[in-house]
Structures are given as C-alpha cells and as structure tokens.
C-alpha cells in the first residue's frame, strides 16, 4: 500500500492522499470508501476515463449519461469542439430521436483538458478515491467500475483498481 500511497503522491492534480487516520480525521471512514482517499488539487479534478485510447473509449463517454458513468462528468458541459457543425449535428440527433430512431447524442467531447478548476471538491477539499480489491472476488469492496490499474502497476503491486469515483 506504501509504494500505491507514494504513486498517487506523485501524480500531478493530487494534492494529498488520506490513509485510515485520514480518513477518519475528514468523516469519510465508511465502510466502502476504500483504502485511499486522493484529495485533488484547488485546480484539479478526477476524470473517471479508465481508457488510454479514445477509440476504444464506451458509447456513454461522448453523451449525457448520468446513469451509466462511474462518477459527474463536467466535460458534458461542453459539445465536442471537432464537431463541424454541433449544432446541426444536435438538431439531427433530435429529429433521429423524434421519428423513433435509436441513436446516441454523441456530441460530448473527450478532452478534460476543456473543465477549468476543480469539480466535485468541498471546502474540504474531498474528491474521489480508490481502493484495491486484494481477495480478488470484488466481496471486501462492493462493485467496482473498473479502471487501467495504471496506479497500482506504477507501484509494481500487481492489483488492480478497483473503485474511482468523483462525487
């Protein structure tokens, strides 16, 4: 958990990571809060993207879909700067929708580089975390949303993540 704990230390945006005492100190000592608790920057925010490529990002990413994304997405604040015309390709998306076609209101960009300070993050400064599932059957943990593990294979541990969610 040490060498977890000093990745996540390291990784820019992470102001401080919060152990059990920690935890306990900032009332987040529930059962499903996982092992760590990275607090995010003033001017930062946890993305939820747990793909490294964007083509083999899910359908949800580039649309408004608040029940099927692991945590808040402020980039649906914002149509993809790629688009032609985004608002055309909206109107048609609607129309699509309105004669009974199924379709994605894929206009949602994938760049979080768009959301400016942080989202999510109290005066407290809390604002997302991650936890391992160590038994490997996802009991200990509760149900998890996946993740790249790209933190625990920095820390050369070989668990995976587990939970990342920003409120």
Do not use: C
């Not at 914002?78 to 379709?103: C, E, H, N, S, Y």
């Amino acid at each position: 958990m040490a060498k977890v704990r000093a990745a996540l230390e390291e990784t820019p945006g992470v102001e401080r990571v919060l152990d059990e005492d920690g935890k306990r100190a900032a009332g987040l000592d529930h059962p499903r809060s996982g092992d760590l608790v990275a607090v995010a920057a003033a001017d930062a925010w946890f993305t939820y993207y747990f793909w490294e490529d964007d083509a083999r990002a899910p359908d949800y990413a580039r649309t408004v879909d608040i029940h099927r994304k692991p945590g808040y997405d402020p980039v649906e604040l914002f149509l993809d700067p790629k688009l032609t015309a985004p608002k055309l390709r909206v109107a048609w998306r609607l129309l699509q929708k309105k004669i009974g076609l199924r379709m994605l209101m894929d206009v949602i960009p994938l760049d979080a580089t768009l959301v400016r300070g942080s989202h999510g993050r109290d005066a407290g400064g809390f604002a997302g975390l991650a936890s391992a599932d160590r038994a490997g059957d996802g009991t200990d943990r509760g149900e998890g949303v996946g993740g790249n593990g790209g933190v625990w294979e920095a820390a050369g541990t070989g668990e995976r993540i587990k939970r990342f969610s920003a409120p």
